[in-house]
């Protein structure tokens, strides 16, 4: 198989001592900065790209595959031990990991969510070297119908049929599309929405938007809310290992959670919330155990943990292969990418070959890199989770402003960043999802141009996105992703009403 | 803490609703003040009247939801502790912008947010964030060659 020997060539990349340090580097600070209360991964990556500005494109993607799983592993560090997850995909992690560090088994729900992370993140990964080459093969022939029609369900499933309100969400991606308008236009150089300010006619950073969004409407929202006693980490006692006991319970559970994980992380719907969810639920309902659930049992924390890392890979398939981001965390990685000059999409596979099997050799190493190293320094971690909150949220906004403006030195950047960071704080406050925004801030753009290419080539007829069956097929899909929420609900409460 | 809003009609979703529709009006605005056409197909402000279309639609949809009794309950919120990170970051804007450089704007917005948090010794803070902003700026100045805003400060190194 082709993609045997790519993945051999991109270990020889990866495997080069420079490129071992950056992977290294990548998986400590990932870690150390994921492992902090209130950070997820999408965070840790955007706090982080300014770090990576400097080195070379194959090094700082490498160092990058590294932020990224640091940053993964380090959100269920915390989840564990102090019960506060950085993001939704870890809160069924918190559920039962956290009552099993009360009961003193922190060390084996640690390591198992490790070891888990670790097996899934490992066959996912070789499910991603397999299917992004297929994958490309179909990508290659895609018009930009297609792909406005892949957008669109991206835009959909991001918004409307996740979340607590299909309104909530499509005003979000609204938001994240109004700032992709701002900017002058690829196609005609014509300047959109810059109110004629100069700084605004290269458009708006998608890291300042994320930055700002995430980073600093936390910071704004857990101060409004007077959370300044936070809970205390519990410490790990006993032996960090798991028992035989405990390895017989928990490899089923990894290799379901990673089944499960995979192929809905590689839908263009996404998210890692449906699969830690599901297979929470199919764990407790196969467990020999199911009376331990929601007191601590290991196969709550091995499975969601397995799946949560299983998606993470599958979100890769469509970033790499199509571009498309479809959570917060790879739309994160899309900017990191272009900010390096690289556009995900199949030419990617063609034109930058080394670097794309590069990173996927670096996902297997830094994969082996966390094993070796998070456990033995699980100490360290938890000293971390220790740091009093005003210093940790003050240096949260000191390290996000610097890299905006290491990134972009002007006072307008500074101001857009406070000015996002308040937006993202009433969208917390009053339930609306950020993810939305951020993508609709990277696809909006692309989208308007897809659209735009296909009317230009059909002498603007509209038909043509009908003509094609791809793209029939998917505006299909996508609209009735966004109107089956919608009768759904009115379903349900006519049924409620009945009653 | 919950707050109940002894009106019949949802305040929050009515003021998000006037603002998505202001957010229309400028979009729109914008839009039809772009000259050139595109020789086939769309031009560049089809885009914008979508947007700003779709921004109508949520405004209605708001609207129409703010008659309804609302689903999600509102905490209530230290808006004290919000004030202080604002000015917060008012301080490192302000510095930056006055030419006062990044650790003098850093040092501020360290302080302030501590304070936000609860902290009461702000000159403890004061000298932690400076040692933070120099730290900072050595690493990506010097080390990574980030160019960081400079200000009397900076210069000295």
């Known amino acids: 198989m082709e993609s045997i020997s790519f993945l051999l060539d991109g270990f020889s990349l990866a495997i080069q001592p420079a490129n071992l340090l950056y992977a290294a580097i990548g998986v400590i600070i990932g870690t150390a900065v994921g492992v902090l209360p209130g950070i997820g991964p999408a965070l840790t990556v955007a706090l982080l790209l300014p770090v990576t500005f400097k080195l070379d494109p194959g090094g700082s993607i490498i160092m990058f595959a590294g932020i990224y799983y640091g940053g993964m592993y380090g959100g269920s560090t915390t989840a564990i031990l102090l019960n506060t997850p950085g993001e939704s995909a870890s809160v069924v992690t918190a559920l039962e990991g956290n009552k099993m560090a009360r009961a003193g088994r922190g060390g084996p729900a640690l390591a198992t969510a490790a070891v888990g992370s670790f097996v899934a993140a490992l066959i996912a990964t070789l499910g991603l070297a397999f299917l992004a080459p297929m994958l490309v093969k179909v990508a290659v022939q895609f018009g930009p119908w297609d792909y406005f029609g892949l957008m669109l369900i991206a835009f959909v499933t991001v918004s409307a049929t996740f979340g607590s309100s299909p309104l909530r969400g499509l005003t979000s991606l609204a938001f994240g599309l109004w700032l992709g308008l701002m900017g002058i236009d690829q196609l005609t150089g014509q300047a959109r929405l810059t109110f004629g300010v100069p700084e605004l006619l290269d458009g708006v950073e998608v890291t300042t938007l994320a930055v700002g969004l995430f980073a600093i409407g936390e910071a704004l929202l857990v101060a409004s809310r007077h959370l300044r006693k936070p809970e205390q980490p519990i410490p790990v006692k006993g032996s960090i290992w798991m028992t035989k006991e405990d390895w017989k319970r928990s490899w089923k559970p990894w290799l379901r959670g990673t089944v499960i994980g995979f192929p809905i992380g590689a839908l263009p719907a996404g998210g890692a919330e449906i699969p830690t969810f599901l297979s929470y639920n199919i764990e407790r309902k196969l467990s020999r155990k199911p009376e331990e659930f929601g007191y601590g049992a290991i196969e709550g924390v091995a499975g969601p943990e397995a799946a949560n890392n299983a998606s993470a890979a599958g979100t890769l398939v469509p970033l790499l292969t199509l571009g498309l981001p479809t959570s917060a965390t790879a739309a994160v990685m899309l900017a990191g990418f272009q900010q390096y000059n690289i556009q995900p999409g199949p030419l990617l596979f063609t034109q930058h070959a080394d670097l794309v099997w590069g990173l996927v050799a670096s996902l297997f190493i830094a994969n082996v890199m966390l094993l070796v190293l998070n456990l033995p320094l699980v100490g360290i971690w938890v000293k971390l989770l220790k740091i009093p909150l005003p210093w940790l949220y003050a240096g949260i906004l000191v390290f996000a402003s610097m890299g905006t403006i290491a990134a972009n030195p002007s006072v307008v950047e500074l101001l857009l960043l406070s000015g996002f960071g308040a937006v993202g704080f009433l969208m917390r406050r009053y339930d609306y999802p950020i993810a939305p925004a951020v993508v609709g801030l990277i696809l909006g753009p692309l989208a308007d141009s897809a659209l735009r290419r296909s009317l230009q080539m059909s002498l603007g007829d509209p038909m043509i996105l009908f003509q094609h069956p791809g793209s029939a097929i998917m505006i299909g899909i996508a609209t009735i992703a966004l109107v089956a929420p919608f009768i759904f609900r009115g379903l349900s409460r006519f049924q409620q009403d009945e009653d | ?157």
């Open chain 2, 1 to 157: 803490m919950i707050t109940k809003t002894p009106s019949s009609v949802n305040r929050t979703p009515a003021v998000i609703a006037v603002v998505l529709f202001a957010v229309a009006a400028i979009t729109y605005w914008d839009a039809s003040h772009m000259a050139t056409r595109a020789t086939y197909g769309m031009s560049a402000s089809a885009a914008s009247y979508f947007v700003a279309l779709l921004f109508l639609v949520l405004g209605i949809g708001h609207l129409v939801s703010a008659f309804k009794p609302s689903d999600i309950d509102i905490e209530m919120a230290d808006w004290k502790a919000v004030a202080w990170i604002g000015l917060a970051l008012a301080g490192l804007v302000v510095s930056i912008w006055l030419g006062g450089g990044f650790i003098l704007g850093s040092t501020l917005l360290f302080a302030f947010t501590a304070r936000a948090f609860g902290r009461k010794a702000l000159l403890v803070d004061v000298c932690l964030g400076a040692v933070i902003g120099m730290f900072v700026f050595l690493l990506f100045n010097k080390l990574l060659t980030l160019a960081l805003p400079q200000g009397p400060l900076e210069r000295l190194f």
